[in-house]
T-cell receptor, first 111, second 115 residues
Framework: GNSVTQMEGPVTLSEEAFLTINCTYTATGYPSLFWYVQYPGEGLQLLLKATKADDKGSNKGFEATYRKETTSFHLEKGSVQVSDSAVYFCALSEKNNDMRFGAGTRLTVKP | DAMVIQNPRYQVTQFGKPVTLSCSQTLNHNVMYWYQQKSSQAPKLLFHYYDKDFNNEADTPDNFQSRRPNTSFCFLDIRSPGLGDAAMYLC??????????????FGPGTRLTVL
């Protein structure tokens, strides 16, 4: 079945540091891949997505590239801010199928 | 702005006292989902409606029920809440039948406390 494995946290960085959160997936077909962000006490917000191999999703300085050869969708940001502190979820979905979430990675950015 | 709305944001109930959580959407999506989330763990899917078709996850307790009276609204009913049901409940919507995977859009969640 489909599954997502993401880097365990928590991750603590200083402001302006480079961020990478690893995500790999297992799928039987050709899934769409997503990153969601959850701020404290809030629901999940779609951060970015990619629907086919080699697509790059980007938003708010975050990027992730759909790598079919390595079955990966790693999240990166060049310079994190305190306001990026949140929990990040990697997820996949195949057409008409349910979403599969990774376990989540808590990011704390210190000034 | 099109959105997913959940009411209330915070709900307190007593052990065993039925409670209903509400979700509405202005996205005109044909699928609505209910998730349970504990302590920033991954959301756990309870069930979903595809139009009027109800789809229950195999491990969702019978204590949890859902209603979707129309396209815009979906309710989560907890018939006899236990202490273990205290959690964040998330509603999400998606459009099934379009290109690509089902992007799900989440509401802000309802935090349920059971006393």
């Amino acid at each position: 079945g489909n599954s997502v494995t993401q880097m365990e946290g928590p991750v603590t960085l200083s402001e302006e540091a480079f961020l990478t959160i690893n995500c790999t997936y297992t799928a039987t077909g050709y899934p769409s891949l997503f990153w969601y962000v959850q701020y404290p006490g809030e629901g999940l917000q779609l951060l970015l997505k990619a629907t086919k191999a080699d697509d790059k999703g980007s938003n708010k300085g975050f990027e992730a590239t759909y790598r079919k050869e390595t079955t990966s969708f790693h999240l990166e940001k060049g310079s994190v801010q305190v306001s990026d502190s949140a929990v990040y979820f990697c997820a996949l979905s195949e057409k008409n199928n349910d979403m599969r979430f990774g376990a989540g990675t808590r990011l704390t950015v210190k000034p | 702005d099109a959105m997913v709305i959940q009411n209330p944001r915070y709900q307190v109930t007593q052990f065993g006292k039925p409670v209903t959580l509400s979700c509405s959407q202005t996205l005109n999506h044909n699928v609505m989902y209910w998730y349970q989330q504990k302590s920033s763990q991954a959301p756990k899917l309870l069930f979903h409606y595809y139009d009027k078709d109800f789809n229950n996850e195999a491990d969702t307790p019978d204590n949890f029920q859902s209603r979707r009276p129309n396209t815009s609204f979906c309710f989560l009913d907890i018939r006899s809440p236990g202490l273990g049901d205290a959690a964040m409940y998330l509603c999400a919507t998606s459009y099934r039948g379009g290109a690509g995977g089902n992007t799900q859009y989440f509401g802000p969640g309802t935090r349920l406390t059971v006393l």
